[in-house]
């Protein structure tokens, strides 16, 4: 029993294994790096770095086969490795502080990135001047609202992730008295205004509303940072006595589709998906200065109001480049203007392992400082030895 | 004398380098140097007449030297003087480079043609201008990435003429026979054209003569504003001082002004002369001007002045020199009299880095920046970086290693820049997300002194490799002299670039909340990061050796590289097939080389030529 345990042990604390993880890292970075021109930065993450393995298509088929380890595998060995090798085999002398720190600090930065994988969420929020919203958007996914406006005070709003929709499941929920059935989705399409007796060129008819008057035209997937992909689904609505009718819905619709049935209002849109605050911001005034000139711009920033229904916090904020609002957890960045710079664009991320790069950041710097100096100084005993011999 | 020597050369080296300090004296008797030294504001940025001359020169033809067609060489400056009054004379200069068969075809032209097989003059190219603007309207809807070479050369060349014809409208309208007494003219005739355009808009009877020929003026000039980018006009004092006028504007506001600007007089009274050869004239009114401009624009004119001095002493042309000298010193040192050739080898390439200190600190100076803000300085701090390391390591090992690398990475990071200069003027102003003194101070610089030390041990670890293979001049103690160097190096350039790294991961999270982004740059500099990484744990792991580190060390220049250029290129070279933008081939044939020397530090000892045992 001994034998083995030595082995398996001496595995994981060798250098060896450092170094050959390193090694199949650089690949995977390298790798993940060349796959961003055609798959995008969000694909690239999660085809390589948030997952055990990297998986490859068999050409011509659906079945998928590991051919790389993936980021959380090589990291998760060098965690082990990194945490393994210092209990057994480090002592802690003076000499070797400075490295104990630097991995030490490595070590904070690699369970950090783990963490900010699982967590970190991002969303943006477009304002035109003197809007105000208390929700942001996804800029990659979206869902289908189907909102009840009887009620003049309210809204009951149901919405579907656009992950159903693009199975084709049936939706039946509590708070509608229909089904929500998906006929047909195109993850990303372009939609004109067909013209009269122009037949409709898609397998699924629509019969109520604006669907009825539309062209759609399937788009290939963008992976582009700058770009979006625009879905556009058709949905039927089966109610107790039979179909209420077929409707096309996209983001692309900025206007909610109305219809009455039973005697209630209600609306449906395939919207850009939403995540509602507990506060407001409205946009007071976009600024966008270009050096004299020229078109380079030199900043942009957006003075915006921010407001709680509780009255408690009711101020104003300058926010532009390098200078993020920081508010509930969520940090708001000028990303973006758009419509002649009166729109701004700012993308808002949730992070709650933010401190922890911090903290490694501060352990390695300490760590290296050290490490350098101890270095140096018995580089500089060394010479200062031999040239005594000398003379 | 022979213990002199170092002496001597550094001597000849300082004066040299003074030399270039001085200002040449032009061959005409026109002040063009005080021309030269006038501010203008391009691209957002107040800079001299000078380097507008000098950065659309490279633009056009890849030098800053024009040969005229009788074979004398102009000026940067005298050629702009003649394309701003004598167009006439400046559009049969051979300014335009066209290098891609295809466009020559487009042109009816052949390289024989041209000068230096590539240059062409605007009379060569103007009857075919509406083919040119033609295909350019073909390929300007695409991605500049998916742009076929020829397309990417026409998209240049008319990017040149439209920089050729704005600087052709920057001070006068070219054609005009008398540019000043039309001036003249229309100050004259101002007051009845006025009164004419108010009693039309009142309903009144009106001159319909004095209405027609301002209208007619009115439009001339609306054209003038419309053609050109350069703002040579300053505001008044007081009024917003980035509100800068091009000619056109300034002479539209004479409408309301009542008054012709006084800028744009002297700039024609200096055509006027220049067109009739008046120098007295000239330098009278260059003169005057600058007495003017000096009462509202003295910091400004400060700025100017050092910065048209900076162009023509071209310290990093300068140092490129000095580095070869410095290569080649310390080359020979290995051959003879190690000791006086390495010390001359040592005091020249403190000159030369020197000279490119002197030069980065003018750039900080006139920007008003930290040292690296482009692609550009990036070249010469890189460089600068690697060779301030060398003087270290030589000071103390005295054995010209260090030398030769800091003549070797000197005169790369040189040739580099040079061509990364060719795009336009280098000190450009900073994108809104760039725009943080503090980040660049720091994260920036950090991380290009990690890249300056990865490359330094990477052509210390190249010199090894050749001496000890090609020659039989590598003996133990300086192979291990160099093994402690490189290895010194590696470690130094571990904590920038990790250092350096996660700065700018802290800059991520300060202005996007995000750490770490798995970007191209951030991921280049991660693989740097853990490349160093790699060659220190092999090395304390005792999985390589001397030879062993020399190989890993070399491999870091293709890491180091790919970082700092193959990252920007993935839009480029791999998104469209069949096409290589140039610096992707070189890229390609520097990671070639590096394999080659590589291969060549794995071959095994007894195929050495040194460190042979004694037969």
């Not at chain 1, 397998?203 to 290939?220: A, E, F, M």
């Not at chain 1, 996209?250 to 005697?263: E, H």
């Not at chain 1, 380079?296 to 926010?319: C, H, M, Q, Y």
């Not at chain 2, 998916?146 to 006068?172: D, E, G, I």
């Amino acid at each position: 029993m001994r034998e083995p345990w030595k082995s398996f042990h001496d595995f994981f604390v060798s250098l060896k294994l450092t170094v050959v993880l390193m090694a199949l890292s650089i690949v995977l970075v390298f790798w993940a790096t060349l796959a961003q021109v055609q798959l995008g930065i969000w694909a690239v993450q999660e085809k390589f770095f948030r997952t055990f393995f990297v998986l490859e298509h068999i050409p011509n088929t659906d079945i998928p086969v590991p051919v790389f380890p993936g980021g959380y595998f090589i990291g998760g060995l060098l965690l082990i490795n990194l945490v393994v090798a210092h209990i057994s085999r480090f002592k802690l002398t003076w000499r070797k502080s400075g490295i104990f720190l630097t991995h030490l600090g490595l070590i904070v930065l690699l369970l950090g990135e783990l963490f900010t994988g699982l967590w970190q969420e991002e969303y943006q929020m477009r304002l035109d001047e003197g809007e105000t919203k208390n929700y942001s958007e996804s800029y990659r996914f979206n869902e289908l609202a189907i909102i009840e406006t009887t009620d003049p005070e309210f809204d009951d709003v149901v919405v579907i992730p656009e992950k159903l929709l693009a199975r084709g499941a049936e939706v039946q929920h509590p708070r509608l008295p229909f089904r929500v059935v998906p006929r047909l989705y195109y993850p990303n399409a372009a939609l004109q205004l067909r013209e009269a007796g122009q037949p409709a060129n898609t397998p699924v008819p629509v019969n109520r509303d604006i669907g009825t008057r539309l062209q759609t035209i399937p788009l290939p997937l963008t992976y582009k940072l700058n770009e979006r992909n625009l879905p556009t689904a058709f949905i039927e609505l089966i109610g107790p006595d039979g179909s209420l009718g077929t409707w096309q819905v996209s983001p692309q619709l900025l206007q909610p589709q109305a219809f009455t049935y039973a005697g209630r209002q209600w609306r449906i849109a395939l919207r850009f998906e939403r995540h509602y605050k507990p506060y407001a911001l409205t946009l007071l005034k976009f600024s966008h200065d270009r050096y004299a000139g020229t078109d380079i711009p030199k900043n942009f920033s957006s003075r915006v109001r921010l407001t709680t229904p509780d009255g408690a916090d009711d101020r104003e904020i300058l926010i532009f480049m390098n200078n993020p609002l920081r508010y509930g957890g969520l940090t708001f960045y000028q990303a973006g203007f758009d419509n002649n710079d009166r729109t701004t664009i700012l993308q808002i991320v949730r992070n709650p392992s933010w401190t922890l790069p911090y903290i490694a950041c501060a352990l390695m710097s300490v760590g290296l400082l050290a490490q350098f100096c101890i270095s140096l100084a018995g580089f500089i005993d060394k010479r200062v030895i031999k040239t005594a011999a000398k003379s | 004398m022979k213990r002199h020597l170092p002496l001597i050369i550094l001597a000849l080296g300082a004066v040299w380098l003074l030399a270039s300090l001085r200002e040449r004296a032009p061959e005409t008797e026109f002040d063009v140097n005080g021309f030269g030294r006038l501010p203008v504001l391009v691209n957002g940025r107040i800079k001299p007449m000078d380097t507008v001359a000098r950065s659309s020169l490279l633009q056009l033809q890849g030098r800053q030297r024009v040969a005229t067609p009788e074979g004398e060489t102009l000026a940067p400056i005298e050629w702009l003087l003649e394309v701003q009054f004598r167009p006439e004379k400046a559009d049969a200069l051979r300014t335009f480079e066209i290098v891609h068969p295809d466009l020559l075809t487009l042109f009816n032209l052949t390289m024989a043609d041209g000068d230096g097989k590539k240059r062409f003059s605007y009379l060569q190219l103007e009857k075919q201008i509406p083919e040119l603007e033609r295909q350019s309207r073909l390929a300007q809807p695409l991605d500049p990435q998916a742009r076929s070479p020829f397309q990417r050369a026409v998209v240049q060349l008319h990017a040149n003429l439209v920089l050729y014809h704005q600087l052709k409208h920057s001070l006068m309208m070219p054609g005009a026979p008398d540019f000043l007494g039309e001036l003249m003219r229309f100050q004259a005739m101002l007051p009845l054209g006025i009164e004419a355009v108010r009693a039309r808009q009142a309903g009144e009877p009106f001159d319909e003569r004095a209405f027609n020929a301002l209208i007619e003026l009115g439009q001339r000039y609306d054209f003038l504003s419309a053609s050109s980018h350069l703002l040579p006009v300053p505001p008044a004092a007081g009024a917003d001082p980035t509100a800068w006028k091009n000619t056109g504007r300034a002479l539209l506001d004479t409408l309301e002004t009542g008054a012709i600007d006084a800028h744009v007089l002297a700039y024609a009274g200096l055509g006027h002369a220049w067109q009739r050869n008046q120098p007295e004239q000239f330098n009278t009114i260059i003169g005057l001007y600058r007495t003017e401009l000096a009462k509202t624009l003295a910091p400004r004119l400060k700025k100017t002045d050092v910065e048209t001095r900076f162009n023509s002493a071209q310290p990093f042309y300068t140092s490129t020199i000095l580095y070869v000298l410095a290569l080649l010193l310390a080359l020979g040192s290995w051959l003879k009299w190690p000791d006086i050739l390495g010390r001359s080898a040592f005091w020249i390439t403190a000159l030369a880095f020197i000279a490119t200190t002197a030069g980065i600190a003018t750039r900080m100076w006139l920007e008003g920046r930290p040292p690296v803000t482009n692609l550009y300085s990036s070249a010469l701090f890189v460089g600068w970086g690697s060779v301030g390391l060398c003087l270290i390591l030589e000071a103390i090992y005295k054995n010209a290693m260090a030398s030769a690398a800091a003549g070797l990475t000197g005169f790369c990071c040189l040739i580099i820049a040079h061509n990364l200069s060719l795009s336009g003027d280098t000190l450009e102003m900073m994108r809104a997300v760039l725009d943080s003194n503090f980040w660049l101070a720091t994260h920036v610089i950090i991380i290009t002194i990690g890249y300056s030390a990865t490359f330094l041990a990477g052509a210390l670890a190249m010199i090894y490799v050749l001496r000890g293979t090609l020659t039989a001049s590598l003996d133990r103690a300086t192979a291990d002299a160099i093994t402690r160097m490189v290895y010194g190096i590696i470690c130094f350039a571990t904590l920038f670039s990790l250092v350096g790294t996660v700065l700018g991961g802290i800059w991520a999270d300060q202005s996007w909340g995000r750490f770490w982004g798995w970007d191209p740059k951030e991921n280049g500099a991660l693989i740097i990061v853990l490349w160093c990484a790699i060659i220190l744990h092999a090395r304390w792991g005792g999985l390589v050796k001397q030879r062993g580190l020399m190989n890993l060390a070399i491999f870091g220049n293709i890491v180091t590289s790919w970082s700092w250029f193959g990252t920007n290129m993935l839009g480029v070279g791999l998104h469209s097939y069949g096409f290589m933008d140039a610096a992707f081939w070189w890229l390609s044939a520097f990671i070639a080389s590096q394999l080659a020397i590589i291969a060549l530090g794995s071959l095994p000892l007894a195929s050495w030529r040194s460190f042979r045992p004694a037969a």
